[in-house]
T-cell receptor
Framework: AQTVTQSQPEMSVQEAETVTLSCTYD???????LFWYKQPPSRQMILVIR??????QNATENRFSVNFQKAAKSFSLKISDSQLGDAAMYFC?????????????FGKGTKLTVNP | DTGVSQNPRHKITKRGQNVTFRCDPI?????LYWYRQTLGQGPEFLTY????????KSRLLSDRFSAERPKGSFSTLEIQRTEQGDSAMYLC??????????????FGPGTRLTVL
C-alpha cells in the first residue's frame, strides 16, 4: 500500500519570504500522480499544484513550485513571496496511475503560519 | 455556486442514532468520492462512484456505513448506529473522468459529525 509522510506538523514564514514544505512517499508503482492541496481554516480543500511522475520537469504554478525527486520519492512544495492568504493546512497526496484506482492517499498535513 | 455542495454542514447526534449526509457534485462530473478526516489527520478515502456504480470501497467503510448514488448525480452517505469514533469531517469530492488526463478532484466544504 502507498503511504505519504509529511514530517513537519507546523511551519512558519515571514510575509514575502520563501518556505519549503516536505513530503515523502512510498510506492512500488512507476506511474502515479502527486498533489499538494491547501485547506484554509473552515474552508474547503483546493488543489495547489500537481505533478505527473513521468514528467521530469518540476511543476510550477505562479508562486508555487515543486521539487520532485522520483528516485528519492520526495515531493516538496516551495512557496515564494509568501502572503497572509497562504496560511493554511497543506496536504501532500498520491494517486496511482493504474486504471481503476482513483483514491487519493494523503499525508497528515503541515500547518503553515504566515507572520506579517 | 457551481462547486461541490454538502448538507448538512454540521451534525450532532447521540451514540446509536443513524445519520445521513448528502453531497451534490459539480453538475457534469461523473465521479464522486467520499473521504473522512479526523482531527489532526489528512483525509482518508472511503469510497467512490462512477455514475451510479460504486467502484471502490475502503476497508474503513464498515458494515454500518453505506453510500449510494442512485441516479448518478447526488450521493448520500449513511452511518447506522453511530459511535463516538465516527466523529469526523466527512468530505465529498467530484471529478470528470476523461481518458489519458489527470482528473482533478474538487472538494466540498464537508459535513462535520459530532457523536455524543
Amino acid at each position: 500500500a502507498q503511504t505519504v509522510t509529511q514530517s513537519q506538523p507546523e511551519m512558519s514564514v515571514q510575509e514575502a519570504e520563501t518556505v519549503t514544505l516536505s513530503c515523502t512517499y512510498d510506492t512500488s508503482e512507476s506511474d502515479y500522480y502527486l498533489f499538494w492541496y491547501k485547506q484554509p481554516p473552515s474552508r474547503q480543500m483546493i488543489l495547489v499544484i500537481r505533478q505527473e511522475a513521468y514528467k521530469q520537469q518540476n511543476a510550477t504554478e505562479n508562486r508555487f513550485s515543486v521539487n520532485f525527486q522520483k528516485a528519492a520519492k520526495s515531493f516538496s512544495l516551495k512557496i515564494s513571496d509568501s502572503q497572509l492568504g497562504d496560511a493554511a493546512m497543506y496536504f501532500c497526496a498520491y494517486r496511482s496511475g493504474r486504471g481503476g484506482s482513483e483514491k487519493l492517499v494523503f499525508g497528515k498535513g503541515t500547518k503553515l503560519t504566515v507572520n506579517p | 455556486d457551481t462547486g461541490v455542495s454538502q448538507n448538512p454542514r454540521h451534525k450532532i447526534t447521540k451514540r446509536g442514532q443513524n445519520v445521513t449526509f448528502r453531497c451534490d457534485p459539480i453538475s457534469e462530473h461523473n465521479r464522486l468520492y467520499w473521504y473522512r478526516q479526523t482531527l489532526g489527520q489528512g483525509p482518508e478515502f472511503l469510497t467512490y462512484f462512477q455514475n451510479e456504480a460504486q467502484l471502490e470501497k475502503s476497508r474503513l467503510l464498515s458494515d454500518r456505513f453505506s453510500a449510494e448514488r442512485p441516479k448518478g448525480s447526488f450521493s448520500t452517505l449513511e452511518i447506522q448506529r453511530t459511535e463516538q469514533g465516527d466523529s469526523a469531517m466527512y468530505l465529498c469530492a467530484s471529478s470528470l473522468a476523461r481518458l489519458a488526463v489527470n482528473n482533478e478532484q474538487f472538494f466540498g466544504p464537508g459535513t462535520r459529525l459530532t457523536v455524543l
